[in-house]
Every structure is written in C-alpha cells, then in structure tokens.
C-alpha cells in the first residue's frame, strides 16, 4: 500500500520575494538576457553549475527545460579518458540534444594530458564548450595537483588553459571555473584570471569561497565584484543564490555577466525560469504547488531508470528525492520509505500515487 503524507499543506514557507520598481535587466546595465561565450550565443545569463553526483542528463535535461542557459557534465578526469576509467567518463560525458548548449568538465593538473583529453572530448563527444575545474576542494582531487589545487600555483592554470585552447584549436570554447582562493581570499584568484585570459580563456566563473570552506559559511560576493572590475572576459558568478531575489542582487552587487546555480537548484530545477522571469518582468513567479514539484521528481526519476537501468537509476535518484519531498506533513515518513526500498517499481507507483492524490494547487496557508 502507497504511503501518503497526512495533508498536503506545505509547512516551510518562503519569505515572499517583491516586485521590482523599474525594468530588471535595464537597473542592472544589461541591454539583453543574451550573452556570448567566445563563439557560443547564450539565450540567458544563469546557468546550472557542474555537480558531482548530481547534474546527470536527467536533471539537466529538466534544468534546461525550465529556463537554464547552459548545462555543464559532472566533472570528468583527464587522465581517466587515456586509462582504465575511460568507459566511466564516456558515461558522465554523454549527453542529449536537448541539452545543449551544453560544456564537458574536464579535471586534472598536466598541460599536456589537459590538452590531449580536450581534443578528444571534442572529437568525440563535440560539446559546445569544455570547462576546466579550478574549484574542487574535495581531498582525492586536490592530490591529483587539480581542482582548487590549482590557485596555490596560479600560472599553471594559464598553461593548462594554452594547451587546450591549441589542442583544440579555437573551435571549441575554454573556459575556467575556480574559487575565491586557497587557504584565503588572497591574490592567488587575481593571477589566476590574468594567466587564463592571456591563455585564451573565455569565460571564468567564480565560487565566491574559498577551498577551506568547501560548503560552509557565507559566500563573499566582493571577490566578485573586484574580479569583474578587472576581467576582460565575461566573469560568472556562483554562491547563495537560491531565489530570484538572489540573483537579482548578485547581478546587481557584482556587475557580473552572469550566474551559475548548483545547490539552489536541487529539488527545484525550476529556479531558472523563476530568476528569468523576475529579471524579465520585475514580478515573481507563483510558487510551484506540491503537485507540480512531485510530478518534476516522478519525471527526473524515470529519467534516470531509463537511462542507468533500474537499480542505479533509483539509488543515483534517493539525493535528489531528499530535496523534492521536503516542506509537507508527513514528508519525514514517506522519505524514509522511498529512499531506503530498493524496489524501484514501488517506488514509482508510490510517487504516482501521490502526484493522483494531491490539489493541483495548495490550500491557502495562514498568513504567518
């Protein structure tokens, strides 16, 4: 028998987000939504972030669907794509029509092994960008002198990004995605941007983080705003943007040319159409029902089973159902059973259910 919350009524309630006064894009110098990144033409400046273990095709598909700009892979190691992982890589790099434009991320710390696998992400894959990791603090990459190892030596950035860029020959865009520094906000993130610039890097995104905060504490949005002053290149920023409101203000506090959601996306794919709209209209969107946020996850999952088999595809899914079934009564019971059954059959009729049984919109909430 399907488990069913005892009522539907949403119990987190956001902080409303207001209407703007004046034309968003016009308050914030932007002529237009659209940006280019090197030879690619964007249609919209806020992009779903690169995260390992999380943007599948299956979520991004739905991010692009619902507003994203652009779509990066999850990271995918240089070296593997020469060695005995190459079939894994094969696999984090493939991607849907759909999709597009969509980057490749590639990771690793050697010119010249950088510059073979981006020639061969091109040939065989022909994403239309490919995207370096200079951001990842998580210990296994950072051994591998890639990821946020890189700002400890800054002009070794600027010699992977050379290498790629010939290797590939300008047909294919580079571009760089870092942190605020190391060990802290130092100079290391100035040079960094000055060697890939000269390299021929065309674009750099910014975690407004350090390495040693991973995750933790408050992003600091005025390294942004000192790197977009100095950049010459379109400069993307990223960190606690998890409403419009957000994005709005990052656009506004950093000038930057645009913006890359990781975690604000999770459960909510829709962000993207939301922050499109507000920077459009000025007005924010009506917040998606129970219903609505059900139905997105049912279709996520079935993504994923279709495209990992039964097994993988509920287990890669469980993190992603934490983020949807969140906010309601009774949310903490049918999680529990959801993410621990390894029948994938039940758990999709389970979700079914519950998508039949809800309101298309939530019953009114009380005025907090």
């Known amino acids: 028998m399907s488990v069913l919350p005892k009522n539907p009524l949403i119990q987190d309630i956001p902080k409303p987000t207001p209407e703007l006064s004046e034309a968003p894009w016009s308050s914030l110098g932007k002529p237009a939504r659209e940006l280019s990144v090197g030879s690619v033409k964007l249609d919209g400046r806020v992009?779903?972030?690169?995260?390992?273990?999380?943007t599948d095709t299956a979520f991004r598909r739905l991010a692009r669907r619902h507003g994203a700009a652009m779509v990066v892979t999850e990271m995918v190691s240089s070296r593997a794509l020469f060695g005995s992982g190459v079939e894994k890589s094969h696999e984090l790099m493939e991607f849907t029509e759909p999709e597009r434009p969509v980057g490749v991320q590639l990771f690793g710390g050697d010119p010249k092994i950088m510059g073979d696998a981006a020639k061969k992400v091109m040939d065989e894959v022909h994403p239309d960008i490919i995207d370096i990791n200079f951001g990842c603090p998580v210990g296994k990459i950072l051994k591998c002198d890639a990821g946020a190892s890189v700002l400890k030596e800054p002009q070794r950035a600027g010699w992977i990004v050379e290498?790629?860029?010939?290797?590939?020959?300008?047909?294919?865009?580079?571009?760089?995605?870092?942190?605020a520094g190391y060990d802290a906000m130092d100079n290391a993130v100035f040079e960094l941007l000055e060697a890939v610039e000269n390299a021929g890097a065309s674009a750099l995104a910014i975690h407004a983080r350090t390495r040693n905060q991973m995750f933790e504490g408050k992003a600091n949005w005025d390294i942004i705003t000192q790197i977009k002053k100095k950049a010459r290149i379109p400069i993307i920023g990223n960190g606690d943007v998890k409403t419009a409101e957000d994005a709005y203000n990052l656009f506004r506090q950093t000038n930057c040319d645009g913006i890359m959601i990781g975690r604000g996306s999770m459960g909510s794919p829709w962000i993207f159409e939301e922050i499109n709209h507000y920077l459009e209209t000025g007005k924010p969107m009506k917040?998606?029902?129970?219903?609505?946020?059900?139905?997105?996850?049912?279709?996520?999952?079935?993504?994923?089973?279709?495209?990992?088999?039964?097994?993988?595809?509920?287990?890669?899914?469980?993190?992603?159902?934490?983020?949807?079934?969140?906010?309601?009564?009774?949310a903490k019971d049918i999680r529990g059973s959801l993410l621990t059954s390894q029948d994938s059959v039940w758990v999709l009729k389970t979700l079914e259910d519950l998508y039949n049984a809800l309101p298309e919109e939530d019953p009114a909430l009380p005025v907090a």
Do not use: D, N, W
């Open 163 to 179: 290498a790629m860029v010939k290797a590939t020959e300008g047909k294919v865009p580079i571009t760089v995605k870092t942190r």
């Open 47 to 54: 992009f779903l972030a690169p995260m390992a273990g999380y």
């Open 287 to 330: 917040s998606p029902s129970l219903k609505f946020r059900v139905g997105v996850a049912l279709e996520q999952l079935k993504c994923s089973i279709e495209v990992k088999g039964e097994r993988m595809g509920l287990l890669e899914m469980r993190k992603h159902l934490t983020h949807y079934l969140k906010g309601f009564e009774g």
